[in-house]
């Protein structure tokens, strides 16, 4: 079985690629893959089809920072029910711990660990996928997406200790650590965003105590019908 994902922020990509004048058809290029997977509320995704979509990007703008750009002006929203059991979260740790626990439901491919985010304020991700599975710029999206989410729900510029990526970054690196604020090691053996434990506990701004105590009594498997219906 090949492993799917979320194919929502695939879907916002393409968005932003055609308001810059891109064709479907120069989009997906000789790439093969099939864009009209894209459509919908909530589409699902082969998780290969998406991490090479993003590289494509790369190739059609000639934006290497691609990921990390479209990572900060993504909009949360679109996430759903996860999104917003995250953000009514009172904190940044509870957030954090909100993603990890709900993010099975939107992929069969990325897992997410908090297992030392309250000891020592590490956050780290994981793809189920062959190792040649080229996915640079999803992981970069990935990591700037949510510390954009965490800045914009404090108010504040939440800058993490350190961020490691397990892939190679030869060029353009000194935008990614303006970005985050902090040293960024490249060819790591994680993908590791480690924040400083004092952060954790800052109030998020969005926070909902009734909506969120609703949400979080939705066992995984609830929202998995819910997210499919």
């Not at 082969?46 to 979509?53: E, G, I, P, S």
Request: proline share 3%; charged share 25%.
């Amino acid at each position: 079985m090949i492993p799917t994902h979320t194919g929502i922020w695939g879907q916002t990509l393409v968005e932003a690629l055609r308001k810059q004048g891109f064709s479907d058809q120069r989009i997906v290029g000789n790439t093969g893959i099939n864009i009209r997977s894209l459509e919908g509320e909530e589409p699902r995704v082969h998780f290969n089809d998406l991490a090479l979509l993003f590289e494509r990007a790369e190739e059609l703008t000639s934006d290497d920072l691609i990921g990390l750009h479209q990572g900060q002006v993504n909009d949360y929203r679109r996430g759903g029910l996860i999104a917003y059991t995250g953000t009514s979260s009172p904190t940044v740790r509870t957030l954090l711990h909100n993603l990890a626990r709900y993010q099975r439901v939107r992929s069969d491919v990325v897992h997410i660990s908090v297992d030392n985010l309250d000891s020592d304020g590490a956050l780290e991700w994981h793809f189920r996928v062959p190792r040649g599975v080229v996915r640079r710029q999803y992981v970069e999206f990935g990591g700037a997406g949510l510390i954009s989410v965490i800045r914009r729900l404090t108010n504040l510029r939440v800058t993490p200790r350190k961020v490691e990526f397990r892939h190679l970054r030869k060029t353009n690196t000194g935008p990614v650590t303006a970005f985050f604020g902090c040293s960024v090691e490249f060819g790591s053996d994680v993908n590791r965003i480690v924040f400083k434990v004092k952060d954790l506990d800052l109030p998020l701004r969005t926070a909902d105590e009734h909506l969120y105590k609703m949400l979080r009594k939705c066992p995984s498997s609830e929202f998995l019908g819910q997210m499919a219906a």
